[in-house]
């Protein structure tokens, strides 16, 4: 009888902490769409140097350069269409750091743009990058060290396999 309860009570230990592991990932995956999202709207911002657009998806610090109303090419979002790729490391998600490889393609010049971006979680639980440029190569390598990341979105069309 006492093996019995005592078997019982593991078995409802496990099944407790599973079900709150499982919470856990699904708050993290909710995270990481959202950072995800943020890193899409980064390349939007870029491609349609939509200034209103990344005041949403930059630090404070990085919008000395901004413009209010600035929105150089609007619809270029359609025309860069599947032509984009994200790629994320997430070392460092729990000190509320995700690094991204961008690449996508500028319809106002004609060819692709790569670029290394670091998002933060600001105070109310946004994620924003914290500068319009990106960050350079060897930061990037330095934080990531041998990391393998996750393609969250595969870039699709002319030049795909580049």
């Known amino acids: 009888m006492k093996k019995a309860f005592v078997c019982l009570c593991l078995l409802i230990m496990g099944m407790v902490l599973a079900a709150c592991s499982s919470s856990v ?14 890193a899409y709207n980064f390349i939007v ?6 200034h209103k657009l990344f005041k ?19 619809g270029f979002e359609k025309e860069v269409g599947e032509r984009y790729q994200i790629k994320r490391y997430s070392r460092h ?12 393609y500028r319809p ?3 060819e692709d743009d790569y670029m ?3 998002f933060v979680k600001d105070d109310d639980g946004n994620w924003k990058s914290t500068d319009i440029r990106g960050i350079d190569e060897s930061e990037m390598k330095k934080a990531m060290g041998d990391e393998e990341p996750v393609t969250v979105h595969k870039y ?6 580049e």
């Open 25 to 38: 990932n699904g708050a993290n995956k909710q995270e990481l769409k959202k950072a995800d999202q943020a």
């Open 45 to 50: 911002a870029q491609v349609e140097g939509d």
């Open 56 to 74: 949403k998806v930059l630090i404070k610090d990085a919008q000395g350069i901004l413009e209010a109303g600035r929105h150089a090419n609007p």
């Open 93 to 104: 998600f729990d000190e509320n750091k995700l690094y991204y490889y961008l690449r996508f």
């Open 108 to 110: 106002n010049h004609g």
């Open 116 to 118: 290394n971006v670091l």
């Open 156 to 161: 699709k069309g002319d030049g795909a396999d």
